[in-house]
Structure formats: structure tokens, C-alpha cells
């Protein structure tokens, strides 16, 4: 639903919208963004954006090649065609990254799907990544996403592996979001016990908006290794044959739907991050697979995002988050009595479950994504992005790279090489000093087609024998 009170950019804004190519003073990794969100308003009480990092996430996209074809995806009609960039460039845009960001920031592995790229290369990417001081996640629809690859990427400092898994995906032998979840728990098990923290991605369609309940009720008996749940509301943003979202979905029909699987109101407005329109996130405990909602005091909330600004929290081991925690908070005198009463209060709320458990306690998360249409992108909305895709000429907000993903994603490279800068061409691979590149796919063969190109490329194949006649 178009919002007539924001600014949508045009073709033009949206083209002429450029990646972020100057890093800001070393020590003021959150100043560009904090100024980004008080120009937006949206520079709160409750805003972690800025507070607790520099940037929420930054999407660090090591091949366009995908084992699935979504009937909602991203990708362009182009990904199947595009060689895997260098690993020198990747290199080059994890140092990028961090010289925008700095220590601790969560860089999401993905694609495509990165287990398409060769393994011992994506081994040494997680590497590269961990070795900076910054946090490597794994984004993949699992299908090569083995324990043992898990395992080693693990031993390689992976911190998160985040498995997206719905209906969207079309997968054989699967016929609703309740078969599913023997998938779900499958990919469970590969990940327990590896020190990882494991996330869920699902996609909300009109398919599948009744079965949120569900899906939440289901992880609620995996909270000890699950964190995270992310529900990525349905938009017109690439090659995916479904487009425009059905009206019963928005932000806040999700979030009853969650609500209702969580078996308890959620609180989705504290803790803030970024803009509302855009993301919203709830915090519960989980104890005897019954959750109770960390936030239900706003008041208290917002006091211990303030206390915890700039400390970065240990997501691998949740001792050391509980740790981190108490000894900020015991640093401050003011926060001994409100966090007494606030412990007290919640132990007495969930003290039948903490019985039957005996005292086992986890945490569960849930988001909120709501990507934007590519052509309908509001002009504050991306500019408080925290969601990046690191690009070869620096941060783009990544639904304004979404909208323009082929200007991007075709663009030939200058990479060092032996003899001198050289020109790498995305559909050929090619290292030559040519600069021009071919950007049609209309000569691509059916197998690197998918979405939209495959079904027109289809329908013409089937009238050709009828132009014959």
C-alpha cells in the first residue's frame, strides 16, 4: 500500500542513488548512521541503530547462483549467468566493510546461495571475515549446507548459519509449511552443538500467512538452539513470478500472527531498529517451550538499551551475554533496583515454567522485514537503511540495490592482476582490458533462466511450432 504523505524516488533518484565510497573517521563507525536516522526522526529513546552498531547488517553477496527458483525472489533475471567475482574482490570488500563499520560488525555470507561456491573458498572468505574481528553469518537454503561443512565453517569462526525455508521455494515433496518443519528440524540437528547461532528466514506470502502460528509454535520447542526467527514480508522486488502482496499482509497482521504462536503479546515497538516501516523486533524467554516477552516494560527497556550502548554482546554463548549484561548494568548504580524488580517480576511470571524445566531458560527473537517494491522506495526509508549490500564501490542500502541489481551486478570490475589492472567481465569471466561488457540475456540458454525470463522464454518455445504451422 503506497503511502501518499513520503516521497517515492523516481527512476531517476533511484539510478542516480550511489554507494557510500568514503568510510568515516576512524572511532566514528555509528556517526554516519546516527546523523542518517536524525535527519529521518527516527533518532529515539528506543533506538539501537547507531547505539548498539554502526550498521544492523551488511550483505556480502559471494555468488548470483541459486539451487531454487523462488516464486518470490530478489535475484535478477541475469543472477544464473554471472560468474562468481573474484575471491581478491571479495577480499577487497570485507577490508571495504570494514573500514565503513569497524570490530563486531554482522556480515550475512549469501548469494544466490553461497554453499554454491567452492568450498575451500568459502571457508576462507568465513576466515577473512572472522579474523578481522567482525561476524560471519552463513545465509542459505540448507540444501548443501551439510553438518560437515557446517562444522568446519564453525572451526573458521563462523558465528551464524540462517536457513531460509517456505513455501516460496517450491520445493519437491513438500506440499504446505506442517511438511516443512521435518525440514526445519533436520537443519536443526546439522547445526546443535556446533557453538552457532541458528536463525530461520520464511517469506510471507497470501500461501502461507495462515501457517505463522504454527511455524512460531513449532520453533518454540527448539529454542535452545534457534535465536532467531525472520518473517520477510512480501514485495515486488526482483525476478519472482508472484508480485504485488496481498492486503491482509502488513507489519502489524504479522505480528499477531506471531503473537498468536508465541502464545503470548509480543512487544514489536521496543527495541527500535532503523525504521519502523522497515523492521520490527520483539525479544522473549523461552522456558519449557512456553514464551514470555522480555520488553513488556518499555520503560525499563529503554533504560538498558541506553546503559548498553556500544557494548557488543557475545550471540555464541549465551553465559557470556547474560555476563555482559550484568556487569554493565552493575556499573550503574541507578540500574540496581529497576533490575532487581524487573528480574524479580519476570521470575515470578514464568516461575511454573521454570520448574517443570528446572531453571533451563533461552532466548527467541522475532523480525519483522517489510522490503520495499523496487518502484515504490521511499526516500527515508533508504536513507536510515541499515540493512547494506556491500558493493564494489562501497554500502548501498539494499533495497535501492535491489531495484537496480543488474546496473550492479553487471558492471565489469577492475582487479589486480600480474600484469597490471585488468577488467573481469561478470557473464564470461573473462580478465581482459576490454571495458565493454554484453548486459542482454535474451541468447542465454533455458538452464541459466529462472522466474520470469524462464516462463517467457517457455511460452515462446511452446508458440514457435505454431508460427512454424
Same mark, same amino acid.
Given at each position: 500500500?503506497?503511502?501518499? $504523505?513520503?516521497?517515492?524516488?523516481?527512476?531517476?533518484?533511484?539510478?542516480?542513488?550511489?554507494?557510500?565510497?568514503? @568510510? %568515516? @573517521?576512524?572511532?566514528?563507525?555509528?556517526? %554516519? /548512521?546516527?546523523?542518517?536516522?536524525?535527519?529521518?526522526?527516527?533518532?529515539?529513546? $528506543?533506538?539501537?541503530?547507531?547505539?548498539?552498531?554502526?550498521?544492523?547488517?551488511?550483505?556480502?553477496?559471494?555468488?548470483?547462483?541459486?539451487?531454487?527458483?523462488?516464486?518470490?525472489?530478489?535475484?535478477?533475471?541475469?543472477?544464473?549467468?554471472?560468474?562468481?567475482?573474484?575471491?581478491?574482490?571479495?577480499?577487497?570488500? =570485507?577490508?571495504?566493510?570494514?573500514?565503513?563499520?569497524?570490530?563486531?560488525?554482522?556480515?550475512?555470507?549469501?548469494?544466490?546461495?553461497?554453499?554454491?561456491?567452492?568450498?575451500?573458498? /568459502?571457508?576462507? *572468505? +568465513?576466515?577473512?571475515?572472522?579474523?578481522?574481528?567482525?561476524?560471519?553469518?552463513?545465509?542459505?537454503?540448507? *540444501?548443501?549446507?551439510?553438518?560437515?561443512?557446517?562444522?568446519?565453517?564453525?572451526?573458521?569462526?563462523?558465528?551464524?548459519?540462517?536457513?531460509?525455508?517456505?513455501?516460496?521455494?517450491?520445493?519437491?515433496?513438500?506440499?504446505?509449511?506442517?511438511?516443512?518443519?521435518?525440514?526445519?528440524?533436520?537443519? +536443526?540437528?546439522?547445526?546443535?552443538?556446533?557453538?552457532?547461532?541458528?536463525?530461520?528466514?520464511?517469506?510471507?506470502?497470501?500461501?502461507?500467512?495462515?501457517?505463522?502460528?504454527?511455524?512460531?509454535?513449532?520453533?518454540?520447542?527448539?529454542?535452545?538452539?534457534?535465536?532467531?526467527?525472520?518473517?520477510?514480508?512480501?514485495?515486488?522486488?526482483?525476478?519472482?513470478?508472484?508480485?504485488?502482496? &496481498?492486503?491482509?499482509?502488513?507489519?502489524?497482521?504479522?505480528?499477531?500472527? =506471531?503473537?498468536?504462536?508465541?502464545?503470548?503479546?509480543?512487544?514489536?515497538? +521496543? @527495541?527500535?531498529?532503523?525504521? @519502523?516501516?522497515?523492521?520490527?523486533?520483539?525479544?522473549?524467554?523461552?522456558?519449557?517451550?512456553?514464551?514470555?516477552?522480555?520488553?513488556? $516494560? &518499555?520503560?525499563?527497556?529503554? &533504560?538498558?538499551?541506553?546503559?548498553?550502548?556500544?557494548? %557488543?554482546?557475545?550471540?555464541?554463548?549465551?553465559?557470556? +551475554?547474560?555476563?555482559?549484561?550484568?556487569?554493565?548494568?552493575?556499573?550503574?548504580?541507578?540500574?540496581?533496583?529497576?533490575?532487581?524488580?524487573?528480574?524479580?517480576?519476570?521470575?515470578?511470571?514464568?516461575?511454573?515454567?521454570?520448574?517443570?524445566?528446572?531453571?533451563?531458560?533461552?532466548?527467541?527473537?522475532?523480525? =519483522?522485514?517489510?522490503?520495499?517494491?523496487?518502484?515504490?522506495?521511499?526516500?527515508?526509508?533508504?536513507?536510515?537503511?541499515?540493512?547494506?549490500?556491500?558493493?564494489?564501490?562501497? %554500502?548501498?542500502?539494499?533495497?535501492?540495490?535491489?531495484?537496480?541489481?543488474?546496473?550492479?551486478?553487471?558492471?565489469?570490475?577492475?582487479? $589486480?592482476?600480474?600484469?597490471?589492472?585488468?577488467?573481469?567481465?561478470?557473464?564470461?569471466?573473462?580478465?581482459?582490458?576490454?571495458?565493454?561488457?554484453?548486459?542482454?540475456?535474451?541468447? /542465454?540458454?533455458?538452464?541459466?533462466?529462472?522466474?520470469?525470463?524462464?516462463?517467457?522464454?517457455?511460452?515462446?518455445?511452446?508458440?514457435?511450432?505454431?508460427?512454424?504451422?
Amino acid at each position: 500500500m503506497a503511502d501518499p $504523505d513520503c516521497h517515492h524516488l523516481s527512476k531517476a533518484e533511484i539510478a542516480a542513488w550511489s554507494p557510500d565510497r568514503t @568510510p %568515516p @573517521p576512524l572511532g566514528d563507525f555509528a556517526g %554516519p /548512521l546516527r546523523r542518517r536516522l536524525k535527519e529521518t526522526d527516527q533518532w529515539t529513546g $528506543d533506538q539501537v541503530a547507531a547505539r548498539h552498531w554502526a550498521i544492523g547488517c551488511v550483505s556480502l553477496e559471494v555468488t548470483q547462483r541459486c539451487n531454487l527458483d523462488c516464486t518470490l525472489c530478489y535475484l535478477s533475471d541475469h543472477a544464473e549467468a554471472v560468474k562468481d567475482v573474484p575471491l581478491t574482490e571479495i577480499y577487497r570488500r =570485507i577490508d571495504m566493510i570494514y573500514r565503513h563499520y569497524g570490530p563486531n560488525t554482522d556480515i550475512q555470507v549469501s548469494g544466490g546461495d553461497p554453499t554454491l561456491r567452492k568450498r575451500d573458498e /568459502l571457508v576462507a *572468505i +568465513v576466515r577473512r571475515i572472522s579474523d578481522m574481528g567482525m561476524r560471519p553469518s552463513l545465509f542459505t537454503n540448507g *540444501i548443501k549446507a551439510t553438518r560437515d561443512l557446517l562444522h568446519e565453517l564453525a572451526a573458521n569462526g563462523l558465528v551464524d548459519v540462517a536457513f531460509h525455508v517456505d513455501m516460496t521455494q517450491q520445493r519437491k515433496g513438500y506440499d504446505s509449511e506442517q511438511d516443512l518443519n521435518a525440514l526445519r528440524a533436520e537443519y +536443526v540437528e546439522r547445526a546443535r552443538g556446533l557453538g552457532l547461532s541458528v536463525f530461520f528466514n520464511t517469506t510471507v506470502f497470501e500461501g502461507n500467512f495462515a501457517a505463522i502460528p504454527e511455524i512460531v509454535r513449532f520453533f518454540r520447542r527448539y529454542a535452545d538452539v534457534v535465536r532467531l526467527l525472520s518473517f520477510q514480508l512480501q514485495a515486488e522486488t526482483g525476478r519472482g513470478v508472484l508480485r504485488q502482496r &496481498a492486503e491482509l499482509i502488513t507489519q502489524n497482521s504479522v505480528a499477531a500472527q =506471531i503473537s498468536s504462536g508465541a502464545g503470548t503479546a509480543l512487544s514489536f515497538d +521496543v @527495541p527500535r531498529v532503523g525504521h @519502523p516501516k522497515c523492521n520490527h523486533y520483539a525479544i522473549c524467554l523461552e522456558s519449557n517451550a512456553t514464551l514470555f516477552d522480555l520488553c513488556d $516494560d &518499555a520503560d525499563y527497556a529503554r &533504560a538498558v538499551i541506553a546503559r548498553m550502548a556500544g557494548t %557488543p554482546l557475545d550471540r555464541s554463548s549465551r553465559w557470556r +551475554v547474560v555476563a555482559t549484561l550484568a556487569r554493565e548494568l552493575a556499573k550503574d548504580r541507578g540500574m540496581w533496583l529497576p533490575t532487581l524488580r524487573f528480574v524479580a517480576r519476570k521470575a515470578w511470571q514464568m516461575r511454573a515454567s521454570l520448574l517443570a524445566a528446572r531453571g533451563r531458560v533461552n532466548k527467541l527473537s522475532f523480525f =519483522i522485514h517489510n522490503f520495499q517494491d523496487a518502484e515504490r522506495l521511499q526516500y527515508d526509508r533508504c536513507l536510515s537503511c541499515v540493512f547494506m549490500v556491500a558493493t564494489a564501490e562501497g %554500502p548501498l542500502s539494499m533495497c535501492v540495490y535491489n531495484a537496480k541489481r543488474d546496473s550492479e551486478i553487471l558492471k565489469p570490475l577492475t582487479i $589486480d592482476t600480474a600484469g597490471g589492472a585488468q577488467q573481469w567481465h561478470p557473464l564470461t569471466g573473462a580478465v581482459t582490458s576490454a571495458k565493454k561488457i554484453e548486459t542482454t540475456s535474451a541468447a /542465454l540458454p533455458l538452464k541459466r533462466l529462472k522466474g520470469r525470463a524462464r516462463r517467457r522464454a517457455d511460452r515462446q518455445r511452446n508458440l514457435a511450432p505454431l508460427a512454424a504451422d
